[in-house]
């Protein structure tokens, strides 16, 4: 059974920084492109960053680029989002979600999702 | 930025069919996704690359692509099949991607 097990959130002060950690197993992590997103309390999704599944390429959604930097563990099957001068719009919910592979074949997409860490910035 | 554009909400009554659309300029090249959220927990996706279903998503969850638009269709809509839909995609480069602004589906 795939399962993605986050921690890591909590409540920090405008500024400050806090590192997310994302646990995976049930699946092969290193196979896969890894995602974090985010929903901030009664609104939608929002892609926040990707990385590849050698840790090569990462990219980010415009409103995190120089504050947040994920990364991944694939020795650990491990997902990591740090980060730093942390504003009062980042509050969310953050999921870690997963691609998929079959085989030789892997789709894009988010397929498996944890159930996501609750990240309050506030003072 | 890149954008992908749903109506806030759609209705059905019990039984019907329910279309929710979704558009943006990448759509004629980009592959649309679309998830389902319900209350407090975590997306699940029911369409993938336009018009496929994952294993376990029931045949009433269907998907499909025109141009800028992407459309999941939902045939023979029930109460549990009420929450939250977004769609998702790439803009036109392929790496960043982006979600729609998502659909409450009441079926009543």
């Known amino acids: 059974e795939v399962q993605l097990v986050e921690s890591g959130g909590g409540l920090v002060q405008p500024g400050g920084s806090l590192r997310l950690s994302c646990a995976a197993s049930?699946?092969?992590?290193?196979?896969?492109?890894m995602s974090w997103v985010r929903q901030a309390p009664g609104k939608g999704l929002e892609w926040v960053a990707n990385i590849k599944q050698d840790g090569s390429e990462k990219y980010y959604v415009d409103s995190v680029k120089g504050r947040f930097t994920i990364s991944r563990d694939n020795a650990k099957s491990s997902l990591f989002l740090q980060m730093n001068s942390l504003r009062a719009e980042d509050t969310a919910v953050y999921f870690c979600?997963?691609?998929?592979?079959?085989?030789?074949?892997?789709?894009?997409?988010?397929?498996?999702w944890g159930q996501g860490t609750l990240v309050t910035v506030s003072s | 930025s890149y954008e992908l554009t749903q109506p806030p909400s759609v209705s059905v009554s019990p039984g019907q069919t329910a279309r929710i659309p979704c558009s943006g300029d990448a759509l004629p090249k980009k592959y649309a996704y679309w998830y389902q959220q319900k209350s407090g927990q975590a997306p699940v996706l029911v369409i993938y690359?336009?018009?496929k279903r994952p294993s376990g998503i029931p045949q009433k969850f269907s998907g499909s692509s025109s141009g800028t638009m992407a459309t999941l269709t939902i045939s023979g809509a029930q109460v549990e099949d009420e929450g939250d839909y977004y769609c998702?995609?790439?803009?036109?480069?392929?790496?960043?991607?982006?979600f729609g602004g998502g659909t409450k589906l009441t079926v009543l």
């Open positions: 979600a997963s691609g998929y592979c079959s085989g030789n074949n892997c789709y894009a997409g988010l397929w498996y």
């Open positions: 690359e336009d018009n």
């Open positions: 049930g699946f092969t992590f290193r196979s896969n492109w």
């Open positions: 998702y995609s790439t803009d036109s480069g392929g790496y960043h991607w982006v």
